[in-house]
């Protein structure tokens, strides 16, 4: 079965400073790769979908990238700030509609620190 | 948030007892899901709905059940809570661009 990892719980960085995180899947590369954000005692909140044939998606500070040689999608934050601090979770879409089940990553809970 | 909540936001009830989470919709979405967040676990699917009196089984289906009986309502029953069923549980529809909107979640806690 599909199984997506993303490879720390934890990372914190300086004000201002580039946050990466990584979210790693085995077996098939799915049609969709989702970003959301979760602050605690809230639900996720969606930020960006990749497809597969897209390389890298912006929205203002944040970048995603898609590789489905290395089965692979990378997370960037730029110029961060505290109000980012936060718990990162991927997401890949089983299906090719917007309807499909959603498997989630443990998450990275990112802490910038002033 | 807009659009979908839950109720309760938080319950402790004793094990063995029954218990039923609800999750209301308000954009006539046919697609519901319901899922549970535990540490290191990540998100998982437990059950999710395609249409009124429509549902199936999720990831981590044992020991739930779900209904359907309005486009707006789906619940979600633990007929014996046990220890394990302990965790924040989550609805979610399709919302626009293909992301999920999700609600804000019942913490759930069986003693």
């Known amino acids: 079965s599909q199984k997506i990892e993303q490879n720390s719980e934890a990372l914190n960085i300086q004000e201002g400073k580039t946050a990466t995180l990584t979210c790693n899947y085995t077996?098939?590369?799915?049609?969709?790769l989702q970003w959301y954000r979760q602050d605690p005692g809230r639900g996720p909140v969606f930020l960006l979908l990749i497809r597969e044939n897209e390389k890298e998606k912006r929205k203002e500070r944040l970048k995603v990238t898609f590789d489905t040689t290395l089965k692979q999608s990378l997370f960037h934050i730029t110029a961060s700030q505290p109000a980012d601090s936060a718990t990162y979770l991927c997401a890949l879409m089983q299906g090719s509609s917007n309807t499909g089940k959603l498997i989630f990553g443990q998450g990275t809970t990112l802490q910038v620190k002033p | 948030d807009a659009g979908i909540t839950q109720s309760p936001r938080h319950k402790v009830t004793e094990t063995g007892t029954p218990v039923t989470l609800r999750c209301h919709q308000t954009?006539?979405?046919?697609?519901m899901y319901w899922y549970r967040q535990d540490p290191g676990h990540g998100l998982r699917l437990i059950h999710y709905?395609?249409?009124?009196?429509?549902?199936d089984k999720g990831e981590v289906s044992d020991g739930y059940s779900v209904s359907r009986s309005k486009t707006e309502d789906f619940l979600l029953t633990l007929e014996s809570a046990t220890s394990s069923q302990t965790s924040v549980y989550f609805c979610a529809i399709p919302g626009n661009n293909y992301g999920y909107t999700f609600g804000s979640g019942t913490r759930l806690t069986v003693v």
């Open positions: 077996n098939y590369s799915p049609a969709y």
């Open positions: 954009e006539n979405h046919r697609y």
């Open positions: 709905s395609y249409g009124v009196k429509d549902t």
